[in-house]
């Protein structure tokens, strides 16, 4: 091939040359014959073999050999591989943990769970009582509590949990006082964001309130019905009578006449 190009340049120059003395037809004639050899020598060129580029191959993934197999789809088939890494690899699509099924798994939603109620279970009445509750969701959805007293409508009480994906203890306090004594049943109730519920209950006994039949003077405790002419008020102060007493009546002094009994 190069050499038949070489000899179509050589005819091009020979024909170059000067033409003395030459008519003009013949001098057309020359023209046509270089423009054909210069068409000649541009097929020549055209057909010369080129470089080809050259695509640099792509780098190598490398895998671990651990086995946590996960379902992935390539093109219309599903199959199982031995782990994320292996599935990337072959640029398949993930479709879930574990290996491949007939049947995809159904990804459900567990309830809460209440871990511990912790408070009295003895109260007197106007007492105030406090109890903490702990729960937990593994879904780590928002969780709502619902609280019964016995003696009361139904309040509800919202807690959010952490942001973390680990499971979270949420730890919730209430407080409560009754009113009459009794026997009376807390129920509590702990919902997530999808209505899954858990339930959980404590007792709780009220006694009536004691009442105190003693009065104090002095740091000297006077029983009920007994009485002196001198006692000790709030700002520190004292009150003397001479011609009545004060007598310790239900836990507070009442002035009485006569004279002291003491």
């Known amino acids: 091939m190069k050499k038949s190009i070489f000899s179509l340049v050589a005819g091009a120059m ?12 013949d001098l057309q004639a020359q023209v046509n014959l270089l423009m054909q050899i210069l068409q000649q020598l541009i097929a020549q060129v055209a057909l010369l073999p080129t470089t080809p580029t050259v695509t640099p191959a792509p780098e190598p993934v490398y895998c671990t050999a651990e086995y946590r197999p996960v379902c992935g789809q390539y093109d219309a088939l599903r199959v199982t591989y031995t782990n994320k890494c292996e599935l990337d690899k072959a640029n398949a699509i993930y479709l879930y943990e574990g290996v491949c099924q007939s049947t995809p798994p159904v990804v ?26 702990s729960a937990y969701d593994r879904d780590n959805d928002v969780l709502t509590y619902s609280i019964s007293w016995g003696d009361e409508p139904v309040y509800w009480f919202n807690s959010l949990t952490s942001a973390t994906p680990r499971v979270t203890t949420q730890n919730t306090t209430f407080q409560h006082s009754y009113r009459s004594a009794g026997r009376y049943t807390i129920t509590i109730t702990v919902s997530d964001s999808f209505g899954r519920t858990t339930t959980s209950s404590i007792t709780v006994f009220v006694s009536p309130s004691v009442v105190s039949n003693t009065c104090v003077v002095d740091d000297i405790v006077f029983t009920e019905g007994q009485s002196t002419n001198c006692i000790s008020n709030s700002d520190g102060s004292r009150s003397c009578i001479a011609d009545a007493s004060y007598v310790c009546r239900g836990g507070e002094w009442k002035i009485e006449g006569g004279y002291p009994a003491i």
């Open 14 to 25: 020979l024909i170059a040359q000067p033409i003395s003395a030459a008519s003009i037809a």
């Open 108 to 133: 459900t939603n567990v309830p809460p769970v209440i871990k511990s109620i912790s408070g009295p279970t003895q109260l007197q009445v106007n007492e105030v009582g406090t109890w903490r509750v």
